[in-house]
């Protein structure tokens, strides 16, 4: 099921994994012969699918071309490879003062991504845009890692309470950043975020037992099929290409998502770098391999588990205390790793019960 894309330029790698982090659909268990159905599309530069109970394919059809048009509206909106997006031009006017009109995507996004940045005392910054480009995830094509002054300025620019979101008389929002050359980054927050609006355009339509899947951000809607218990989801093991770790099953509404070292990251020297950046050191994070959340919404699963994976499993667990509802498991990246599970998540979680 996963899929590769291999880029090389140079001497630098830039691998990236459409990957299925979380592998749905393990609802074909013995006591379902008929698995549930699905439909995959690329869309956010990673793979989109939606599911829906065996035999109910006319429904999957409208589930997929309403998260379809969800997905692509929040993409146009949100991503930073866009040159059109709103995010572009709240990048494009950082320092000038002017603020960027924000339509409703944007401005729920940037909010929801900035009360993830206070509630993680910083781990998660939206303003990392500086670092993600320093360290060569944006493009620029570096073979050897920066340098501590290179990392010091670029630091220097990245500050989530630099962000200012304000209400014009007309009740619309505005965004701008106080200074010039930060840019915002909505990549670990946007694809949970678009995952909870489909889920809830889909609710308000009355659908019911679906399951969203945008790149490994997960969020279920009643059950695989009548009688049977909640949507199982694989917990991909980050060491096996097709293996799991074990499987969740998600109550109603529930959501759940992984970041991980191994789908996005680039090779400088020698050394593969994660795509996930310490914003207190300037440094993608090292050691971790993957973090996995449950969480009551898809965007608090995605910003949680950038965030626990930045905090680590001994500073995340105490900020998992304090967040309802929301449960991990840390997969150290060593030989073996360790999994790590908060106790919420162990009481959820079947170790290995299904291997592909
Ligand atoms: P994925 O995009 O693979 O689902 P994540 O949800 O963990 O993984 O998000 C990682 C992305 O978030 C990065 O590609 C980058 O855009 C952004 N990012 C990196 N470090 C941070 C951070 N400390 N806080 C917030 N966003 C970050
Ligand atoms: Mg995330």
Partial sequence: MPHFIFHRRGRRRVARMAAWSLIALLAACARTPLPPATLQWLCMG????????????????????????????????????????????????????????????????????????????????????????????????????????????????????????????????????????M??????????????????????????????????????????????DGWRIGVRDPFRRDGLLGTVTLADGEAVATSGNYERFVELAGTRYAHIIDPRSGRPVR??????????????????????FVLGAEEGRRLLERTPGCHALWVTDETPPRLIPSPGFAARFAPEQIRK
């Avoid at 971790?288 to 626990?308: C, E, F, I, K, Y």
Wanted: proline share 5%; glycine share 12%.
């Fill in 183 to 228: 840019a915002l980054d909505l990549g670990g927050i946007a694809k949970g975020y678009a995952v909870d609006c489909a889920f809830d355009r889909l609710r308000a339509t009355q659908e019911t037992d679906f399951l969203i899947n945008l790149g490994g951000n997960i969020r279920a809607c009643g059950t695989p099929g009548a009688g049977r």
């Fill in 46 to 181: 990673t793979t989109a699918a939606v599911s829906a109970p065996h035999g109910e394919e006319a429904r999957l059809q409208r589930i997929r071309a309403a998260a379809g048009e969800t997905f692509a509206e929040i993409e146009r909106d949100l991503s930073v490879f866009r040159p059109a997006s709103t995010l572009a031009a709240i990048n494009a006017a950082a320092g000038s003062g002017i603020p960027v009109p924000l339509g409703a995507h944007a401005a729920a996004a940037i909010a929801l991504a900035r009360d993830a940045a206070a509630a993680g005392g910083g781990a998660f910054n939206p303003t990392v845009g500086p670092l993600m480009a320093l360290w060569g995830f944006r493009g620029a094509t570096r073979t050897q890692p920066p340098d501590e002054a290179e990392i010091a300025a670029a630091r220097g620019r990245v500050d989530w309470r630099a962000i200012r979101l304000d209400t014009l008389p007309d009740g619309t929002s505005a965004a701008s950043l106080a200074c010039t050359d």
């Fill in 287 to 308: 050691g971790m391999a993957g973090v996995t959340v449950l969480a009551p919404t898809a965007a608090a699963a995605d910003a949680l588990s950038t965030t626990l």
